[in-house]
C-alpha cells in the first residue's frame, strides 16, 4: 500500500511552512487539500504559499479550478491520487498538507456515494436563498439532519445546498448516507500529524494573518475578483471573501468587515480542531516541534 504523510491542524497553524521545511529533508513533494486553494486568482484570502516555498518544493492542487465552476471532493481524490502516484514514480514522498478535514477523509476510505447535482433543486434552493436568507436553509437543514448541520457553517452556502439537495432527491438525512458508507476503507497508509497550538497563540496567529491579508490587498483582490466573477462565485462563500465581499458592496465599513473576518475565522478554526480532534490516528506535536516530527517522518517512511 502507497505511504503518504498528512500534516493537519487548524488554520494558522503553520502547516505550510512546516510542510515545506519536512518535506524538504525527505525528497517530498506537497498536495494541498485546501478547498479554497484550489481556485485561480483566490490567492491573498487563501493564504497560498509564497513564491519562495512554492520554489522551494514542488506543490499539487493549487490553481487547478476556475471560479466559475464548481470542485467538489470527487475531484479533489482524482487529482490528488494521480499526484501521489506520480509523486512515488520518482521516488519522491507524498506530503498532504490542509485542513480540509472531508477532503482527507475521503482521501484514506473513498467517496461516499451520493446523488449527483440536480440542476432543478438547485434552482429551487437558490430561489429560496433569495427570498429567505442561507440562514433560514441551515434552520431547516437543523431540524432535517441536526448532525450535518452541526458541522456546516450557517454561512457555508455551496455545503447547505448541496445537503438539501441530498435529502431532496434521496429522502435520507446526508449523515445517515455517510454512516452506511461508514468510511472503513483504507486507500494508503498514513502517517496523520496533526500541529497543536494553544488556544491563545492560535487566536493571536490568526489575527495577525487577518491583518496582514489586509496589508498585502485582500480588499483590491476582491474587488478585482467580483469585477471578473461576480458575487455568486463559489469561493466568494468561504470565510474571509464573505466578509470583504459585503465591505466591496458598501454594506459595512473596513473596520467591521475585518473584525467580522477574524471572529468568523476562529470559529472555522473551532470546528477544525472538533474534526480532527475526533481522529485518533493522528499524531499531535507542538508546531514548533520540528525535529519530532522529523522523527515520527523518518520512522514512517523506513
Same mark, same amino acid.
Not at 494521480?82 to 514522498?93: D, F, K, V
Not at 476562529?266 to 475526533?278: C, I, S, V
Given at each position: 500500500m502507497?505511504?503518504?504523510?498528512?500534516?493537519?491542524?487548524?488554520?494558522?497553524?503553520?502547516?505550510?511552512?512546516?510542510?515545506?521545511?519536512?518535506?524538504?529533508?525527505?525528497?517530498?513533494?506537497?498536495?494541498?487539500?485546501?478547498?479554497?486553494?484550489?481556485?485561480?486568482?483566490?490567492d491573498v484570502g487563501t493564504a497560498k504559499p509564497t513564491r519562495e516555498e512554492r520554489a522551494a518544493i514542488p506543490h499539487h492542487l493549487i490553481d487547478v479550478a476556475d471560479p466559475s465552476e464548481r470542485f467538489d471532493a470527487a475531484q479533489f481524490v482524482s487529482l490528488a491520487d494521480?499526484?501521489?502516484?506520480?509523486?512515488?514514480?520518482?521516488?519522491?514522498?507524498p506530503f498532504v498538507v490542509g485542513g480540509t478535514g472531508m477532503y482527507l477523509r475521503m482521501l484514506m476510505h473513498g467517496i461516499c456515494e451520493a446523488p449527483p447535482r440536480d440542476e432543478d433543486v438547485r434552482?429551487?434552493?437558490?430561489?429560496?436563498?433569495?427570498?429567505?436568507?442561507?440562514?433560514a436553509l441551515h434552520a431547516r437543514l437543523s431540524e432535517i439532519d441536526p448532525a450535518s448541520a452541526s458541522r456546516v457553517s450557517p454561512n457555508d452556502r455551496t455545503r447547505i445546498v448541496r445537503a438539501l439537495e441530498i435529502h431532496a432527491l434521496t429522502g435520507?438525512?446526508?449523515?445517515?448516507?455517510?454512516?452506511?458508507?461508514?468510511?472503513?476503507?483504507?486507500?494508503?497508509? @498514513?502517517?496523520?500529524?496533526?500541529l497543536d497550538l494553544t488556544r491563545d497563540e492560535l487566536y493571536r496567529r490568526i489575527n495577525a494573518r487577518?491583518?496582514?491579508?489586509? @496589508?498585502?490587498?485582500?480588499?483590491?483582490?476582491?474587488?478585482?475578483?467580483?469585477?471578473?466573477?461576480?458575487?455568486?462565485?463559489?469561493?466568494?462563500? @468561504?470565510?474571509?471573501?464573505?466578509?470583504?465581499?459585503?465591505?466591496?458592496?458598501g454594506k459595512i465599513d473596513l473596520a467591521h468587515a475585518v473584525e467580522l473576518m477574524k471572529q468568523?475565522?476562529?470559529?472555522?478554526?473551532?470546528?477544525?480542531?472538533?474534526?480532527?480532534?475526533?481522529?485518533q490516528e493522528i499524531r499531535w506535536f507542538e508546531a514548533a516541534d520540528i525535529a519530532g516530527i522529523v522523527q515520527a517522518v523518518k520512522d514512517f517512511i523506513v
Open positions: 502507497k505511504k503518504i504523510i498528512i500534516i493537519c491542524g487548524p488554520t494558522a497553524s503553520g502547516k505550510t511552512r512546516v510542510g515545506v521545511e519536512i518535506a524538504k529533508r525527505f525528497r517530498g513533494e506537497i498536495i494541498s487539500a485546501d478547498s479554497q486553494q484550489v481556485w485561480r486568482g483566490f494521480r499526484a501521489i502516484s506520480e509523486i512515488i514514480s520518482r521516488n519522491g514522498t434552482a429551487e434552493l437558490e430561489a429560496e436563498i433569495a427570498s429567505v436568507g442561507l440562514p435520507e438525512a446526508p449523515s445517515a448516507l455517510r454512516s452506511a458508507h461508514g468510511f472503513a476503507e483504507r486507500r494508503y497508509e @498514513a502517517l496523520k500529524i496533526g487577518v491583518d496582514d491579508m489586509i @496589508a498585502r490587498g485582500l480588499v483590491a483582490e476582491v474587488r478585482l475578483l467580483l469585477e471578473k466573477y461576480g458575487p455568486g462565485s463559489p469561493p466568494f462563500s @468561504a470565510v474571509g471573501y464573505k466578509e470583504i465581499l459585503s465591505h466591496a458592496g468568523s475565522t476562529r470559529r472555522f478554526a473551532k470546528r477544525q480542531l472538533t474534526w480532527f480532534r475526533a481522529d
